[in-house]
């Protein structure tokens, strides 16, 4: 079991930037690929962006693409997103979420991932 704990959400114009962050309980994230997930109000979770493992692969959905950027730290077992050029459409609850096992590419369906942090709220006005 891994407790994952998102940080970073809040409230930005449109157009400006947040770092979300999500920390790990234990060392065995560093075997884990990492994926950022978000809900609007009303919408299904859907994805963002996957990390494999040793942080050779990296997906995007694309809406996010070339706004976002995954990366993470597994000395500091934390997984990041870069968001800039933030649009109200990118409103949200965002999670980070955790594939126990070592794909070769991270998986970008919310049913391949084994654990779950609470989610961190965006909120972009326009």
């Known amino acids: 079991q891994v407790q994952l704990v998102e940080s970073g959400g809040g409230l930005v114009q449109a157009g400006g930037s947040l770092r979300l962050s999500c920390a790990a309980s234990r060392r065995t994230f560093s075997s884990y690929a990492m994926g950022w997930f978000r809900q609007a109000p009303g919408k299904e979770r859907e994805f963002v962006a996957a990390m494999s493992w040793n942080g050779g692969n990296t997906i995007y959905a694309d809406s996010v693409k070339g706004r976002f950027t995954i990366s993470r730290d597994n000395a500091k077992n934390t997984l990041y997103l870069q968001m800039n050029s933030l649009k109200p459409e990118d409103t949200a609850v965002y999670y980070c979420?955790?594939?126990?096992?070592?794909?070769?590419?991270?998986?970008?369906?919310?049913?391949?991932?084994?654990?779950w942090g609470q989610g961190t709220q965006v909120t972009v006005s326009s």
């Open positions: 979420a955790a594939d126990r096992s070592k794909r070769y590419y991270p998986p970008s369906s919310r049913d391949l991932y084994d654990y």
